[in-house]
């Protein structure tokens, strides 16, 4: 900063002021400076061609009129505004200059809606140059031209790349399973939607015969559901490639299936090994099976060899148990109970977990005997 008294180039009336300096390369240290040349005009010549603000004349927008995408650069944008009118501040903001030597800048925008697809913006800026407060007025046109972005676009077109279809292992999954699974995938895509990825979508779900297809955009996300839905709901997945087409330049292209099998037995279902150590109340199906045996209240867990689920009868669920008297307690392996349907006192299997001062407790009744259920608040894994 050096003290200057000279003359206004344009108008001869003397100056007398501080010339502002800066680097002749911008902002490296030790460059030789050089003079702001607008820095020798006197106030009044220099406010006379001085514009606070630099804006364009009119602003057009491409905004999708399915998802409210925004166009800029050469890819879609999704910006998450409300309506145009948001759309049209945000452009504004974003195309005005506001000059570089002022400061204290503050502005205030008034969106005029004119029609559907124009904004007039009145904007109004305030800001400090040369220790003199300045104001100044613009009006920017926003004009909004609707088109259909490249993602609608394929969705409209039913355009996909992989199929999630989800199956039952030797049985129909339940309308829970289903519900489940595709809130799942919703929930996935919007994960990746989230963190930008527009090539995230669902192009189609629907109800099939024993299960629930779903059209995914791309295989990547195709797998990535298939992975999420079998590590919350269990069982297990394959993948198939299918030749479609070939694109522009040759280059053949597959769609994958991604073909889930969600476990062979259900949380809260009661099924009978093949090992002689009675029925089993399953807790988990997440990995192998695992749950509790009805006879001693003992920790059950499919062994390795078995895979997923032993092989195994269907006794019922937690849902048939049937609530009936405690009668007595003969000892540390036996208790008796009234069969629900005969009204006989009956001695059947002591569990470990069965209250011996509770006056009823939860029966099941099935081919393999009567058994004596956990409590109800005894957790598993229930989708």
Known sequence: MTESREFCPRCGEATTGTARERPADGDSDGQPLQRDPDSV?????????????????RIEVRVCSRCGAVHRGNRWVDVGARDYTDIAIEEVSEALGVHVDATDVNWEVRPEQVDETTVKMHCRFTGTVRETPVVEEVL?????????????????????AAIVQVRGDERTPSDDELDRAEEIAREYVADRESKGDREAYITESSDVPGGLDMKIST??????????????????YTSAET?????????????????????????????????????VLVRSVRGNLKGRRLTTGEEYEAAFEDGDAPEARRLGSRADATETTLVAVEDDHAVQVLDPET????????????????D????????????????????TDNV
Do not use: W
């Open 41 to 57: 005009l006197c106030d009044s010549c220099y406010f006379e061609q001085f514009d606070l603000v630099d804006a364009p004349d």
């Open 140 to 160: 920017v046109p926003v004009k909004i031209a609707q088109e259909t972005c490249k993602r609608c676009g394929r969705i409209a077109g039913g355009s996909y």
């Open 219 to 236: 295989t990547q996300m195709g797998g990535g559901i298939a992975e999420r839905i079998v590590r919350q709901l269990g069982g297990s």
């Open 243 to 279: 030749l479609v087409t070939e694109d522009s330049d040759g280059n053949e292209v597959y769609r994958v299936t991604y073909a889930i099998r969600l476990p062979r037995y259900r949380p809260g279902e009661v099924i009978d090994p093949d090992d002689d150590g009675g029925p």
């Open 343 to 358: 009204y006989e006192a009956k001695t059947v299997a002591r569990p470990d977990y069965l209250d011996t001062d509770a």
């Open 360 to 379: 009823t407790v939860p029966v099941l009744k099935s081919r393999a005997g009567l058994h004596v259920l956990p409590p109800e608040d005894e957790a």
